[in-house]
């Protein structure tokens, strides 16, 4: 007797507790949770494990699906939860609808954050790093191609809207012109692969910069004393630039003097290649220790012998630096060798006329 009260009791309240409002609502909420920790503790160890192999793609993988499974979750428990509310039928196909779309917007997300994540790491082993223009065009075809194929699952013809986007596009691009030629010149300059970011450049206008960025429009360079240079794109492909950073970034450093006519050349010369030398030794971080340095005289001038002293720098930033601190060294070391540097001279000849 005691047991069937007990079995009549626990039908009841399982009954009541199955047929209440909030039951649908609740199994919503637990899938929610349970996407949320799959997101919160799997992810996290697939994290861990992605980053112990050498393989890339994994973490690019993982990173682009952090924070979506929650959001599945919740469209998935919020569609049974609807469904098992009972709700009107002739709303049930928008709720269908929308549930669609939710899932696939959210999958076009990953998918962009992969692709993105793909060509960062395929442009880290080209160049010093990414543009941002490409990304940009990455991301934009993404999320059409996402959402044309969401309004084609809920039964939308794409065909006129690709024909509206057709026409309405060759309007556009006859109204933007410039804009479009700094786009394409953008693409053209990260294909040729001969300005990338951080190189450093010189125009042959004068300006001068290390490379920020290639954005859809322009390219934005930053000067040594930390000033922005903007160059629309198309100024920039049609421009004459040397790029300081190839075939390498090492190149030749020359610090010019004279020395008297009087002086020894031979032994001018060992002493100012025994100094660079010295000099080159002792700062190996941005001075290149190869068949460089060298020491030419160039030319007999009006006071003394012109002389060239060459030495090889690890990148032009190091450039203002080595050469202060070698004209700095070569001056003392002359000093010590009772080697003067000889200024301009003139005699003149007064001829009394008396």
């Not at 050498?54 to 952090?66: G, H, P, Q, R, T």
């Not at 005289?297 to 030495?311: H, L, M, N, Y």
């Amino acid at each position: 007797m005691r047991a069937n009260l007990f079995d009549a009791n626990l039908s009841f309240h399982s009954d009541t507790f199955f047929d209440s409002a909030y039951f649908p609502w609740l199994c919503g909420l637990a899938i929610f949770l349970v996407a949320l920790l799959a997101d919160r503790i799997i992810l996290a160890r697939l994290k861990i494990w992605a980053e112990k192999t050498e393989w890339k793609f994994d973490d690019v993988l993982v990173a682009s699906i952090k924070g979506i499974v929650p959001f599945w979750g919740l469209c998935w428990g919020s569609h049974l939860a609807i469904r098992m509310s009972g709700i009107n039928e002739k709303s049930l196909p928008l709720v269908v609808n929308v549930t669609i779309v939710l899932l696939i917007l959210s999958i076009t997300a990953a998918l962009a954050r992969f692709a993105i994540g793909v060509l960062h790491l395929y442009t880290e082993n080209l160049s010093k790093g990414s543009s941002s223009i490409i990304p940009l065009i990455v991301r934009i075809g993404t999320w059409t191609l996402g959402i044309l194929v969401a309004l084609q699952s809920v039964g939308i013809q794409i065909a006129p809207v690709l024909t509206a986007l057709g026409v309405g596009g060759l309007a556009v691009a006859l109204a933007l012109q410039p804009t479009l030629a700094n786009l394409f010149s953008g693409v053209q300059i990260i294909i040729a692969k001969q300005i990338r970011i951080g190189d450093y450049l010189r125009l042959e206008g004068g300006q001068e910069g290390f490379v920020l960025d290639i954005a859809w429009r322009n390219t934005t360079l930053r000067q040594p004393s930390n000033n922005i240079i903007v160059i629309p794109n198309s100024k920039l492909c049609d421009s004459v630039v040397i790029n300081h950073h190839l075939p390498e970034a090492a190149l030749n450093l020359v610090v010019n003097l004279a020395v008297p006519y009087e002086a020894d050349l031979a032994k001018v010369e060992a002493i100012l290649l025994d100094e660079v030398r010295s000099f080159a030794a002792s700062h190996s971080g941005c001075v290149v220790n190869d068949d460089l340095p060298c020491i030419r005289f160039g030319e007999f001038g009006e006071s003394g012998v012109s002389c060239a002293i060459v030495v090889r720098i690890t990148a032009i930033e190091q450039q203002s630096l080595v050469k202060h601190q070698l004209i700095k060294a070569l001056h003392a070391r002359l000093g010590l060798e009772n080697i003067t540097i000889p200024y301009p001279t003139r005699t003149v000849y007064h001829i009394d006329a008396d």
